[in-house]
C-alpha cells in the first residue's frame, strides 16, 4: 500500500518534472575560464573568470587553488569583494613569490565542469593603480617655460618601504591632435618638459608599472594651457626681416644711383639727327616740306670754301700741343661750332721757353691769315657771328689740316684754349699757345681770331672767361694772328704768336670739328685780334692793339696794363662788350708753363680762366687778374674805339 | 620599452662591472676580526645602498638572459606563461619567507641572512650554467656574457652581505655553510631537451630569487631608516 503511494508520487514527481525537462534543455554547465588575475600592490590579488552556459541551471562557481610545494587545495576565501566572478586573495592568503594553481569549478545540478588550471605568480601579475595627484604647472624660466608634471605613486602600492618599485611614464599631447609624446619617467615623481608651444592647451597622463609586472592605466587627465611668450625664434625672424629689408633698401639706392648708367644700358639713347640743317621743330610741327627745305643748303655741292666748312663737324677736340700755336679762326657757321686755333709761328725764341714753339701750321696759317687779317680787323670787332664764320679760309686746309693735327693730340675732355695774347709779346703769344696744347672746339661758336692788321689798335683777344663759372659753355677763340700783316707793325713784337686758346672747355663729343682755321700767324706785338663770337657771358679778351709802330722792342711790355682784349659779352645786335684788363707781365712764359694753377699773371694769354680744364700748360695764367680787371672794367666797348687805345 | 630599459641597464651595467669590482674590495675586511673600524670601508648606509644597487643590476640582467634564454632555446607551447613563476626551482627547500606580512615578521637578521642564503646558493648553479651554455652551438654572445656578468656580480653581492651581516649584526662569518649543502646536483650529461629546460628552469628561477633579494634588501634599507612605517 505504502510503496504504491510512493510509486505514485514518485511518478507524479516525476511527470511534473518531465515537462519542465523536457522544455528547457539542461546540462552540466559549461567550462569557466580564468580569464585574468591582477594584483594592484604585490600583497593581495584578484581573479576573475568567465563562466560558460549555465546549462539551463543555477550554476555555482568555485575557485580552488593548490599552492606550489603543497598539496592542499583551498577554496577562494572571498568571492564578493570583488564583484561578480571574482576571487580575493587577501594578504593573508597571498603568498609571494609562489606558484599558485588555480581552478574554477561550475557546477549546477547536472554536474560541474572545471576550468583549466592557470599558473600564476603573485610577483608577475601586478598591475598597479594609476598614479595619484597629477599635477601639471609651468614653471617660468625666463623666455623660455617649461611645464613641470609630479605626481604620487598610487596609494596603495608600497614603495616606501621598497616593497614594490615603480617606473612611470606619461604622456602629452596637444589639444586636438592625436599623437601622444611619451616620456620615460623612471622612478622620479615629477619630470619637466620643454620645448612646447606657446598658447597651447595640453594633456598629460601618467602610468606606471613594477620592474616586473604591467603598465597601470593612464591616470585622468590633466589640463594645462601653455602661457604666451615671445619665443626667441620669432625675434630672429624679426631680425631676419629687418637685416633683409635694409639690404633691400642699400639694393634699391644702388640701382637709383646707378639708373643712369643703367639706362644707358638698357635703353640707349636715341641719337638725335644730324643732319645739317635739320631741324626738329620743325618736323615736330610736323611741316615737312619746310623740313626738307631746310637741309638744301645753299651751296650744295659744297664749294671749295665750304668744304672746310662741311668738313666741320660739332665737336672736336683738339689738343694743342705746347710747341704749337694755334690760331683760332672764325667759324663761319653758326650752328657748327668749331674752333680754329691758329698757330702763330713765332721766330722770336726770346722768352720762350719750352712753351713756345714753333708749329708746322704756323706757315701755313699765315697766308691764310694775311689776307683775313685786313678784313678781319675791321670786321672783327664787330663783327658778329655771321661774319666771323664768314671768313674765308684760305687757309682753312691748312688750319683743318692743323687742327687737324692738333686735334689727335688734344686729350679728351675739355681744353682750354685761350687767345694768345697777341699784340706786344711774341713770347706773349708763344706761351699761351704753349701752355695749352688742347683746343677745344667750341661747341657753337668759336671765335676766330684774326691777325692783327699790321697798325690796328685793336687786337682782340677773346677770351673766354669763367667758363667753368659759366659752366661749360662753348666757345670758340680764335685768335688769329697775321704775321705777315703785322710784320711791320708789330715788329716790336717779335713774332707774336697769336695763340688762341680757347678757354672754353670745350668738350668734344666726338664730333670733330674740322678746324676752324687755324692760322699760325707770327706774332706780332700789337695785333688784332678778331673776336669771334662769343657765347653770351664768354669773356673776350681784347687786347689792344698797340701803336705798334714804336714798340717793337718794348711793345712787349706794352702789355702791361690794360687789355681789351676780353669780351664781356655780345649783345643781341653783335656788339662785343669788351672788358678791359690788366695784364701784368708778358713777358714770363715760362712760368706759365709749369703753372697749372695761378701765378697765371704771368701768362697772359692765361687770361682764360679755364675751370675744369686740366691745365695744360699755361693755359690759365693770369686769370685772377684779369678776373678782376674783366669786373673792373666792363661796358661796351666798341672796337672801333679800340683802336683809339693804344695806350692801353 | 621596458626590455629596451633593462637591455640598456644591463650593458650598462656590464660594461660598469669591473667598477663594481674595484669598489667590493674595499669591503672586505674580514681578516681583521676585532678591528671592524680599521677597516677604510664605507658606512653602513652606503653600504646597504650599493648592496641594493647590486641587487636591482643582478635582477635585471638576470632578467634579460633569461628573455634571451627562452627566444633562443625553448619552442613556445613550453614556455613559461607569463604568469607563471617557474618550474621547480632548486632553493624551494630553503626557508624563506613568502609574503609580506611573513617578511615583516622576521626581523633584520634573519632578513639578511635570508640574502645571504640566496646568493650562496646561487652561485655554483650559476658557474654550472656558464659551461653549460658554453657547449651550446649556437647560444648568443650578448647571453654568455650577461651569465658571466651576473655570476660575477653574485660573488660581490655575496662579500657585501657578509660585509653588512658584520656591521649590522655583529656577527662572524658564516659564509659558507649554505653552499655546501649541495642543493645542486651535478647530473649526468642529460638530453639535449633536458638540457635545455634545465638550463631554461635555472634562469627562471634565479630571475625569481634575484627578486626576492632585491625585495629583501630594500625592506631591509627601510628598516633602517624608518623602522615603523615599513614592512
Same mark, same amino acid.
Given at each position: 500500500?505504502?510503496?504504491?503511494?510512493?510509486?505514485?508520487?514518485?511518478?507524479?514527481?516525476?511527470?511534473?518534472?518531465?515537462?519542465?525537462?523536457?522544455?528547457?534543455?539542461?546540462?552540466?554547465?559549461?567550462?569557466?575560464?580564468?580569464?585574468?588575475?591582477?594584483?594592484?600592490?604585490?600583497?593581495?590579488?584578484?581573479?576573475?573568470?568567465?563562466?560558460?552556459?549555465?546549462?539551463?541551471?543555477?550554476?555555482?562557481?568555485?575557485?580552488?587553488?593548490?599552492?606550489?610545494?603543497?598539496?592542499?587545495?583551498?577554496?577562494?576565501?572571498?568571492?564578493?569583494?570583488?564583484?561578480?566572478?571574482?576571487?580575493?586573495?587577501?594578504?593573508?592568503?597571498?603568498?609571494?613569490?609562489?606558484?599558485?594553481?588555480?581552478?574554477?569549478?561550475?557546477?549546477?545540478?547536472?554536474?560541474?565542469?572545471?576550468?583549466?588550471?592557470?599558473?600564476?605568480?603573485?610577483?608577475?601579475?601586478?598591475?598597479?593603480?594609476?598614479?595619484?595627484?597629477?599635477?601639471?604647472?609651468?614653471?617660468?624660466?625666463?623666455?623660455?617655460?617649461?611645464?613641470?608634471?609630479?605626481?604620487?605613486?598610487?596609494?596603495?602600492?608600497?614603495?616606501?618601504?621598497?616593497?614594490?618599485?615603480?617606473?612611470?611614464?606619461?604622456?602629452?599631447?596637444?589639444?586636438?591632435?592625436?599623437?601622444?609624446?611619451?616620456?620615460?619617467?623612471?622612478?622620479?615623481?615629477?619630470?619637466?618638459?620643454?620645448?612646447?608651444?606657446?598658447?597651447?592647451?595640453?594633456?598629460?597622463?601618467?602610468?606606471?608599472?613594477?620592474?616586473?609586472?604591467?603598465?597601470?592605466?593612464?591616470?585622468?587627465?590633466?589640463?594645462?594651457?601653455?602661457?604666451?611668450?615671445?619665443?626667441?625664434?620669432?625675434?630672429?625672424?624679426?631680425?631676419?626681416?629687418?637685416?633683409?629689408?635694409?639690404?633691400?633698401?642699400?639694393?634699391?639706392?644702388?640701382?637709383?644711383?646707378?639708373?643712369?648708367?643703367?639706362?644707358?644700358?638698357?635703353?640707349?639713347?636715341?641719337?638725335?639727327?644730324?643732319?645739317?640743317?635739320?631741324?626738329?621743330?620743325?618736323?615736330?610741327?610736323?611741316?615737312?616740306?619746310?623740313?626738307?627745305?631746310?637741309?638744301?643748303?645753299?651751296?650744295? @655741292?659744297?664749294?671749295?670754301?665750304?668744304?672746310?666748312?662741311?668738313?666741320?663737324?660739332?665737336?672736336?677736340?683738339?689738343?694743342?700741343?705746347?710747341?704749337?700755336?694755334?690760331?683760332?679762326?672764325?667759324?663761319?657757321?653758326?650752328?657748327?661750332?668749331?674752333?680754329?686755333?691758329?698757330?702763330?709761328?713765332?721766330?722770336?725764341?726770346?722768352?720762350?721757353?719750352?712753351?713756345?714753339?714753333?708749329?708746322?701750321?704756323?706757315?701755313?696759317?699765315?697766308?691764310?691769315?694775311?689776307?683775313?687779317?685786313?678784313?678781319?680787323?675791321?670786321?672783327?670787332?664787330?663783327?658778329?657771328?655771321?661774319?666771323?664764320?664768314?671768313?674765308?679760309?684760305?687757309?682753312?686746309?691748312?688750319?683743318?689740316?692743323?687742327?687737324?693735327?692738333?686735334?689727335?693730340?688734344? *686729350?679728351?675732355?675739355?681744353?682750354?684754349?685761350?687767345?694768345?695774347?697777341?699784340?706786344?709779346?711774341?713770347?706773349?703769344?708763344?706761351?699761351?699757345?704753349?701752355?695749352?696744347?688742347?683746343?677745344?672746339?667750341?661747341?657753337?661758336?668759336?671765335?676766330?681770331?684774326?691777325?692783327?692788321?699790321?697798325?690796328?689798335?685793336?687786337?682782340?683777344?677773346?677770351?673766354? *672767361?669763367?667758363?667753368?663759372?659759366?659752366?661749360?659753355?662753348?666757345?670758340?677763340?680764335?685768335?688769329?694772328?697775321?704775321?705777315?700783316?703785322?710784320?711791320?707793325?708789330?715788329?716790336?713784337?717779335?713774332?707774336?704768336?697769336?695763340?688762341?686758346?680757347?678757354?672754353?672747355?670745350?668738350?668734344?663729343?666726338?664730333?670733330?670739328?674740322?678746324?676752324?682755321?687755324?692760322?699760325?700767324?707770327?706774332?706780332?706785338?700789337?695785333?688784332?685780334?678778331?673776336?669771334?663770337?662769343?657765347?653770351?657771358?664768354?669773356?673776350?679778351?681784347?687786347?689792344?692793339?698797340?701803336?705798334?709802330?714804336?714798340?717793337?722792342?718794348?711793345?712787349?711790355?706794352?702789355?702791361?696794363?690794360?687789355?681789351?682784349?676780353?669780351?664781356?659779352?655780345?649783345?643781341?645786335?653783335?656788339?662785343?662788350?669788351?672788358?678791359?684788363?690788366?695784364?701784368?707781365?708778358?713777358?714770363?712764359?715760362?712760368?706759365?708753363?709749369?703753372?697749372?694753377?695761378?701765378?697765371?699773371?704771368?701768362?697772359?694769354?692765361? *687770361?682764360?680762366?679755364?675751370?675744369?680744364?686740366?691745365?695744360?700748360?699755361?693755359?690759365?695764367?693770369?686769370?685772377?687778374?684779369?678776373?678782376?680787371?674783366?669786373?673792373?672794367?666792363?661796358?661796351?666797348?666798341?672796337?672801333?674805339?679800340?683802336?683809339?687805345?693804344?695806350?692801353? | 620599452?621596458?626590455?629596451?630599459?633593462?637591455?640598456?641597464?644591463?650593458?650598462?651595467?656590464?660594461?660598469?662591472?669591473?667598477?663594481?669590482?674595484?669598489?667590493?674590495?674595499?669591503?672586505?675586511?674580514?681578516?681583521?676580526?676585532?678591528?671592524?673600524?680599521?677597516?677604510?670601508?664605507?658606512?653602513?648606509?652606503?653600504?646597504?645602498?650599493?648592496?641594493?644597487?647590486?641587487?636591482?643590476?643582478?635582477?635585471?640582467?638576470?632578467?634579460?638572459?633569461?628573455?634571451?634564454?627562452?627566444?633562443?632555446?625553448?619552442?613556445?607551447?613550453?614556455?613559461?606563461?607569463?604568469?607563471?613563476?617557474?618550474?621547480?626551482?632548486?632553493?624551494?627547500?630553503?626557508?624563506?619567507?613568502?609574503?609580506?606580512?611573513?617578511?615583516?615578521?622576521?626581523?633584520?637578521?634573519?632578513?639578511?641572512?635570508?640574502?645571504?642564503?640566496?646568493?650562496?646558493?646561487?652561485?655554483?648553479?650559476?658557474?654550472?650554467?656558464?659551461?653549460?651554455?658554453?657547449?651550446?652551438?649556437?647560444?648568443?654572445?650578448?647571453?654568455?656574457?650577461?651569465?658571466?656578468?651576473?655570476?660575477?656580480?653574485?660573488?660581490?653581492?655575496?662579500?657585501?652581505?657578509?660585509?653588512?651581516?658584520?656591521?649590522?649584526?655583529?656577527?662572524?662569518?658564516?659564509?659558507?655553510?649554505?653552499?655546501?649543502?649541495?642543493?645542486?646536483?651535478?647530473?649526468?650529461? @642529460?638530453?639535449?631537451?633536458?638540457?635545455?629546460?634545465?638550463?631554461?628552469?635555472?634562469?627562471?628561477?634565479?630571475?625569481?630569487?634575484?627578486?626576492?633579494?632585491?625585495?629583501?634588501?630594500?625592506?631591509?634599507?627601510?628598516?633602517?631608516?624608518?623602522?615603523?612605517?615599513?614592512?
Amino acid at each position: 500500500m505504502m510503496k504504491k503511494v510512493v510509486a505514485a508520487v514518485l511518478l507524479f514527481l516525476l511527470l511534473f518534472f518531465t515537462p519542465h525537462a523536457k522544455a528547457t534543455r539542461y546540462s552540466p554547465p559549461g567550462k569557466p575560464t580564468l580569464t585574468r588575475c591582477r594584483s594592484p600592490e604585490k600583497e593581495t590579488f584578484t581573479c576573475w573568470w568567465e563562466p560558460g552556459s549555465d546549462g539551463g541551471l543555477p550554476t555555482t562557481y568555485a575557485l580552488y587553488y593548490r599552492k606550489e610545494n603543497s598539496d592542499a587545495v583551498y577554496e577562494c576565501p572571498d568571492y564578493h569583494t570583488a564583484g561578480e566572478n571574482s576571487c580575493f586573495f587577501n594578504k593573508n592568503d597571498t603568498s609571494i613569490w609562489v606558484n599558485y594553481n588555480i581552478t574554477v569549478v561550475a557546477t549546477n545540478t547536472l554536474g560541474s565542469t572545471f576550468s583549466d588550471p592557470v599558473d600564476i605568480d603573485v610577483v608577475y601579475i601586478v598591475k598597479p593603480n594609476p598614479p595619484e595627484k597629477v599635477t601639471v604647472a609651468v614653471m617660468e624660466d625666463k623666455d623660455w617655460p617649461f611645464l613641470r608634471v609630479s605626481w604620487e605613486s598610487p596609494h596603495k602600492a608600497d614603495t616606501r618601504s621598497g616593497w614594490i618599485t615603480l617606473i612611470y611614464e606619461l604622456r602629452i599631447k596637444l589639444e586636438g591632435e592625436d599623437e601622444w609624446e611619451m616620456h620615460l619617467a623612471g622612478q622620479q615623481k615629477t619630470f619637466n618638459i620643454f620645448s612646447l608651444r606657446s598658447g597651447g592647451t595640453y594633456h598629460v597622463q601618467v602610468r606606471c608599472k613594477p620592474d616586473h609586472g604591467f603598465w597601470s592605466e593612464w591616470s585622468s587627465t590633466s589640463y594645462i594651457k601653455f602661457p604666451d611668450y615671445f619665443h626667441r625664434e620669432k625675434s630672429m625672424w624679426i631680425l631676419i626681416t629687418v637685416f633683409s629689408a635694409f639690404i633691400f633698401l642699400i639694393l634699391i639706392w644702388l640701382l637709383h644711383m646707378n639708373t643712369h648708367s643703367l639706362k644707358h644700358c638698357i635703353l640707349p639713347p636715341v641719337p638725335g639727327p644730324k643732319i645739317k640743317g635739320f631741324d626738329k621743330q620743325l618736323l615736330k610741327n610736323g611741316k615737312s616740306e619746310e623740313v626738307f627745305s631746310a637741309l638744301v643748303v645753299s651751296d650744295f @655741292p659744297p664749294t671749295t670754301s665750304s668744304n672746310y666748312e662741311d668738313l666741320l663737324v660739332e665737336y672736336l677736340e683738339v689738343y694743342v700741343p705746347e710747341e704749337q700755336e694755334l690760331m683760332l679762326e672764325e667759324n663761319k657757321d653758326l650752328h657748327d661750332s668749331f674752333l680754329k686755333s691758329e698757330v702763330s709761328t713765332s721766330d722770336n725764341d726770346s722768352g720762350r721757353g719750352s712753351c713756345d714753339s714753333h708749329t708746322l701750321l704756323i706757315d701755313k696759317c699765315g697766308e691764310a691769315k694775311e689776307e683775313e687779317r685786313q678784313t678781319d680787323q675791321e670786321e672783327s670787332p664787330t663783327e658778329t657771328e655771321t661774319q666771323r664764320h664768314q671768313k674765308d679760309w684760305d687757309e682753312d686746309p691748312l688750319t683743318y689740316a692743323h687742327e687737324d693735327m692738333v686735334s689727335p693730340d688734344m *686729350s679728351s675732355g675739355r681744353v682750354k684754349t685761350w687767345p694768345s695774347v697777341f699784340s706786344p709779346l711774341p713770347q706773349y703769344s708763344l706761351s699761351p699757345l704753349d701752355q695749352t696744347r688742347s683746343l677745344v672746339m667750341a661747341k657753337q661758336h668759336c671765335l676766330s681770331d684774326i691777325l692783327f692788321p699790321p697798325g690796328s689798335s685793336s687786337s682782340y683777344l677773346t677770351q673766354p *672767361s669763367t667758363k667753368e663759372a659759366l659752366g661749360p659753355s662753348y666757345r670758340d677763340f680764335c685768335l688769329s694772328n697775321k704775321p705777315p700783316h703785322s710784320l711791320p707793325v708789330p715788329q716790336m713784337q717779335a713774332r707774336k704768336q697769336l695763340q688762341s686758346h680757347s678757354d672754353v672747355n670745350i668738350s668734344s663729343i666726338g664730333r670733330k670739328q674740322a678746324p676752324v682755321g687755324q692760322q699760325s700767324s707770327a706774332l706780332q706785338p700789337t695785333e688784332y685780334v678778331e673776336v669771334q663770337r662769343v657765347n653770351e657771358e664768354d669773356m673776350v679778351l681784347l687786347q689792344p692793339v698797340m701803336s705798334d709802330h714804336g714798340c717793337v722792342e718794348g711793345c712787349p711790355q706794352t702789355h702791361q696794363g690794360e687789355n681789351y682784349s676780353k669780351v664781356k659779352g655780345v649783345t643781341s645786335d653783335n656788339m662785343l662788350l669788351l672788358q678791359r684788363e690788366v695784364i701784368e707781365e708778358e713777358m714770363d712764359r715760362f712760368p706759365c708753363e709749369d703753372l697749372e694753377t695761378s701765378g697765371a699773371e704771368r701768362c697772359y694769354t692765361s *687770361s682764360i680762366i679755364t675751370t675744369t680744364q686740366k691745365p695744360t700748360g699755361c693755359n690759365h695764367t693770369a686769370t685772377p687778374v684779369l678776373g678782376e680787371m674783366a669786373l673792373a672794367a666792363s661796358g661796351y666797348v666798341d672796337t672801333a674805339t679800340m683802336s683809339a687805345l693804344p695806350t692801353y | 620599452m621596458h626590455m629596451m630599459t633593462v637591455k640598456q641597464r644591463g650593458v650598462w651595467a656590464v660594461l660598469l662591472w669591473p667598477c663594481l669590482l674595484t669598489m667590493s674590495v674595499p669591503l672586505d675586511c674580514k681578516e681583521e676580526q676585532g678591528s671592524l673600524s680599521r677597516c677604510l670601508s664605507i658606512s653602513q648606509e652606503k653600504l646597504l645602498d650599493r648592496v641594493i644597487q647590486h641587487a636591482e643590476l643582478i635582477y635585471r640582467v638576470s632578467e634579460e638572459s633569461c628573455t634571451l634564454f627562452e627566444e633562443m632555446f625553448i619552442p613556445f607551447p613550453l614556455r613559461l606563461q607569463r604568469n607563471q613563476a617557474s618550474y621547480t626551482c632548486i632553493t624551494k627547500a630553503l626557508p624563506l619567507p613568502s609574503s609580506k606580512s611573513e617578511i615583516q615578521q622576521i626581523s633584520d637578521k634573519w632578513l639578511l641572512h635570508s640574502v645571504l642564503m640566496l646568493v650562496q646558493s646561487w652561485i655554483e648553479p650559476l658557474v654550472y650554467l656558464q659551461t653549460t651554455l658554453d657547449r651550446y652551438d649556437d647560444a648568443p654572445d650578448l647571453l654568455l656574457n650577461k651569465t658571466k656578468w651576473v655570476s660575477d656580480k653574485l660573488i660581490s653581492l655575496e662579500q657585501g652581505v657578509v660585509v653588512l651581516i658584520k656591521k649590522m649584526l655583529d656577527e662572524g662569518a658564516l659564509t659558507t655553510t649554505y653552499s655546501e649543502q649541495g642543493l645542486f646536483q651535478y647530473d649526468v650529461q @642529460p638530453e639535449m631537451l633536458e638540457s635545455v629546460m634545465r638550463d631554461y628552469t635555472l634562469l627562471t628561477c634565479f630571475k625569481k630569487d634575484a627578486h626576492k633579494m632585491e625585495t629583501f634588501l630594500k625592506l631591509l634599507k627601510c628598516r633602517q631608516t624608518d623602522k615603523y612605517n615599513c614592512a
